[in-house]
């Protein structure tokens, strides 16, 4: 994976999660139904996120070239930024059980 589409992907994921927060916080529900669907879906996002991780941990291990140390460089970054990602998850979803 290169850097721009591992940048791009998690800009999507980003952009992903931020937009489906902003649509359900100003869908004209109640609070309770607005917060068990951010809930719901913010764990979906989890999951995918852990998905992610998984897979590119997975995919660190098969690399074996020249580009080796580029590779796990770029993996790194990309398991890094999902890993704070799946952190920022796990805040809003601590923050809306909260409420």
Not at 89 to 94: K, N, P, R, T
């Given at each position: ?22 649509g ?11 917060r ?32 080796k ?31």
């Open positions: 994976m290169s850097k721009n589409s591992t940048n791009s992907f998690i800009s999507l994921l980003i952009g992903l999660i931020v937009g489906g927060i902003v359900i916080l100003f869908a004209p529900d109640k609070g309770n139904n607005t068990d669907r951010l809930t719901f879906r913010l764990n979906q996002y989890r999951k995918k996120l852990e998905d992610l991780i998984a897979e590119i941990t997975d995919e660190k291990e098969l690399v074996k070239s020249e580009a140390d580029k590779g796990n460089k770029v993996v790194n970054e990309a398991k890094t930024k999902a890993e704070r990602l799946l952190k920022d998850v796990d805040g809003i979803l601590s923050k809306i059980k909260e409420n």
